[in-house]
Each structure stands twice: as C-alpha cells, then as structure tokens.
C-alpha cells in the first residue's frame, strides 16, 4: 500500500494533468471571441494550482498572447507538481536513511 504522500502527489500530478488536456484540446479548437470564455474552465483551475508563480498572470495590464497565456496558465501548474514531486522525493530518501542508522 502505498504511503499518504505518493497518494497525494499522485493526485496532484493527476489534476494537473487531465486539466493541462482539457486546455490544449479547448486551445487547439477553439476560433473566435468565445476563445477566452472556454479557455478559462481549465485555466483558472489551473491557475490556483500554480500559485504563488502564477500571479503574474493576475498582474498582467494589457492583454495576453496566446503563447503567453500558455506559459502563465500551464507553466506554473506543472512546476508545483515537479517541485511537489522533489520534495516527495527528499522526504523519501531522508527516511531511509534515518532508518538504516
């Protein structure tokens, strides 16, 4: 069985993921004004998953490019998790070897 912290890194990286797929396929079909109002199901999601670096995009005056929504929306979403996953793994590797000694 697996420990509550591979769980909910597991949990972690999987929100992220399915939410990074929904706002590709939204980005790649959608055209038009409604671009903004679809992408924005996904985003803000994973917008909140990627505070604090994500804040930028709250900050933002004028309005972004797409390539830019892309790194503010995605980007710090993905970060978390691989810096959720190193803590995970530090945690991991302490352990044992406080345990060998």
Not at 13 to 42: N, Q, R, W, Y
Not at 71 to 93: C, D, S, T, W
């Amino acid at each position: 069985m697996k420990s509550l912290g591979s769980r909910v890194l597991l949990a972690h990286a999987a929100i992220v993921l399915v939410l990074v797929a929904a706002f590709l396929a939204m980005d790649a079909s959608a055209d038009g004004p409604t671009v903004a109002v679809g992408l924005m199901l996904p985003g803000l999601p994973l917008l909140a998953l990627g505070l604090p670096w994500s804040a930028a995009f709250f900050n933002a005056d004028d309005p972004l490019t797409k390539s830019m929504w892309l790194v503010l929306a995605l980007g710090p979403a993905v970060f978390n998790v691989v810096i959720h996953g190193l803590i995970r793994l530090v945690l991991v590797a302490t352990r044992s070897v406080d345990a060998g000694t």
